[in-house]
């Protein structure tokens, strides 16, 4: 079997699953069964002035059948006494020392409130820390989560106060309410940040009642946004950890978040640039004891690709994430379908027919059978009916030699520009 240890920013963990701070890290009851059950690492739930939570406060999104496709939630830090919680922290690793336990935090943005918790929890003994500046409801409109994750500036003077006093890895975890995460990551690492933890949850709202016209959820028949996780998330959260993963300003390890719900998620999110990552949704969803799949998954995954460590996929996938510029414009795949696996539902004919371009033709073969069949010389190879077929095998998209050398967008205009004369007229066409 490979070797499942993770080292983030000198955070050691028996393996790359952690709980993200939320719900199932809110007290030492909860994170030491987690522990048992074979998670490597919690990050605690998030630490602060206590605060007074709403009820009711969840609410999912379920969608063709699929229960909790997307999850939201309106609750804050924790509401509990920091005494108690560091006292449950503390026996905690005593009796798990092998363990990561990071605390998260969040207090107002001033030198001393940060000085002072920070000194408090690694009193304890706490492996990191991991800054809160992501919570998009709630604490925002007190100064405090995404209110201070989108100001940069903030960030960086905030991840600096925390560095004067801290003496484990900090690790700042990013509000994806903005649009551009890597300049947060930037100025987080000017700060002094060890890591970075990416993405909280993103600014929602779950629905609304047609019958009572109340939100989803409401208290007292009142709403309000709220933060939004699971597995619909997870493109976005990968889109925004590769981003970070590529830029040279960043640099530092990422725990990776977002809509982790598989083994296969997790392989993703480290190919991408996560050195670990953080589970939530998929916990509140079926439990701790969901990590014993995802560890087995991953287990066969990494001997099936003859790897000792799953330390070996981290980053590995993101040297073939670029920009649209760079893409070759010369590269052609189009649509073949396979009689033998089409059910002849029609389904990729009335998408092409609709919504694409128009090069699915409804015909009858020498026996009779009514087929479909893709005029190959009008496809544009944009995946649509492969995407709607409901049959495996049915439609395969096939690569073809354009005869054409590569060229990209930015190349053309090189060549436009009389900047770079390698290709010829045609090509640049």
Request: hydrophobic share 40%; glycine share 10%; net charge negative.
């Amino acid at each position: 079997m490979a070797d499942l240890s993770i080292d983030l920013a000198g955070i050691k963990s028996p393996n790359p699953f952690w709980l993200a701070s939320a719900p199932p890290t809110n007290t030492g009851y909860q994170v030491q069964r987690a522990f048992e059950a074979g998670w490597g690492g919690a990050v605690w739930k998030t630490l602060g002035e206590p605060v007074i939570n709403t009820s009711s406060r969840f609410a999912a999104v379920h969608f063709n059948g699929q229960r909790v496709a997307g999850f939201n939630n309106i609750e804050l830090i924790t509401d509990r006494p920091l005494e108690v919680n560091l006292k449950e922290i503390y026996e905690t690793k005593k009796r798990f020392p092998n363990h990561a336990i990071i605390a998260s935090l969040m207090v107002e943005p001033k030198q001393e409130k940060w000085h002072e918790i920070v000194k408090r929890v690694e009193a304890v003994g706490v492996d990191g820390l991991e800054l809160n500046f992501g919570c998009p409801h709630g604490m925002a409109e007190r100064g405090m989560g995404a209110a201070s994750g989108q100001q940069p500036d903030l960030v960086q003077a905030q991840t600096t106060w925390v560095k004067e006093v801290a003496t484990t890895p900090v690790i700042v975890k990013l509000t994806p309410n903005i649009t551009d995460i890597t300049v947060v990551a930037r100025h987080a690492v000017k700060g002094g940040a060890d890591a970075i933890s990416l993405i909280n949850t993103i600014n929602s709202l779950a629905g609304v009642d047609i019958h009572s016209w109340n939100t989803i959820p409401n208290v007292g028949g009142q709403g309000a946004h709220g933060g939004y996780c699971g597995p619909a998330v997870k493109p976005i959260a990968l889109s925004m950890v590769a981003e970070c993963a590529r830029d040279r300003g960043v640099g530092v390890p990422i725990s990776g978040i977002g809509g982790i719900s598989t083994w296969q998620d997790v392989v993703e999110f480290m190919l991408m640039g996560s050195t670990g990552i953080q589970v939530c949704t998929a916990v509140m969803h079926h439990g701790f004891r969901i990590v014993e799949e995802m560890i087995d998954g991953l287990n066969n995954y990494l001997d099936d690709k003859g790897l000792a460590s799953v330390t070996e996929l981290i980053g590995k996938s993101v040297p073939k994430y670029s920009n649209w510029g760079d893409l070759d414009l010369n590269y052609k795949v189009v649509a073949r379908i396979n009689e033998d696996n089409c059910i002849n539902c029609n389904k990729c004919h009335i998408a092409c027919e609709d919504a694409s371009h128009q090069c699915i033709e409804m015909l009858t073969n020498a026996e009779g059978k009514a087929i479909l069949q893709v005029r190959e010389e009008d496809c544009v190879g944009c995946n649509l009916c492969s995407i709607v077929c409901p049959a495996d095998g049915a439609i395969d998209m096939v690569a073809l030699d354009s005869g054409a050398a590569p060229l990209t967008w930015n190349q053309r205009n090189q060549v436009i520009s009389g900047l770079n004369g390698s290709y010829s007229e045609a090509e640049v066409v």
